[in-house]
């Protein structure tokens, strides 16, 4: 058994397709946990043991339990519309944002735009920020001037496991890092 595919797996469901299981998911994500279970085990196998080794081990802490365990959500990334809760918090001065060379011209142009998810992801420091770009091919990083964004009326939010997200961040607020 391939935990990273199950993993990969419960993230595109509870993110962004629940209906290929056959669940649905409540106004702020959440999802039953004995249902999300049965679905996935049409395909492969999938027990709670395994459900909370995925949650607990999981490196970007993708994932939540209710209090019981009885419901489970991905904590953000969406791109189904739910509202998991986030609750508006003073941000540091800076924020960071890692992206790819082929995204700089619509960046420098629009901005951070969420595209097909819910929001924008933020990075609380420098090195998250260049290792999601690598994801991209060559990264290229923004700093966004978070506290001076907040202070100018625009809302910022930190999810459970620690990735800072804003509805869009505006050319104003980004400056442009020489990574290399």
Known sequence: MDIIKTSSYICLILRHKPETIGILLDEHGWANVDELIAGINKTQPLNIELLEKIVNTDDKQRYSFNENNSLIR????????????????????????????????????????????????????????????????????YKVLSKKMMGDGIDLYCSVNGVWLAKTVPVQYLEKMNVF
């Open 74 to 141: 991905a904590n953000q990334g969406h791109s189904v519309p739910v509202d998991v809760e986030l609750k508006k918090v003073t941000p540091p001065e800076y924020l960071w944002h890692g992206t790819g060379e082929k995204y700089v011209h619509s960046i420098d142009e629009n901005g951070l735009i969420p595209k097909s998810r819910l929001y924008v992801h933020l990075s609380s420091d420098l090195e998250t920020a260049v290792k999601v770009g690598s994801r991209h091919g060559k990264p290229v990083v």
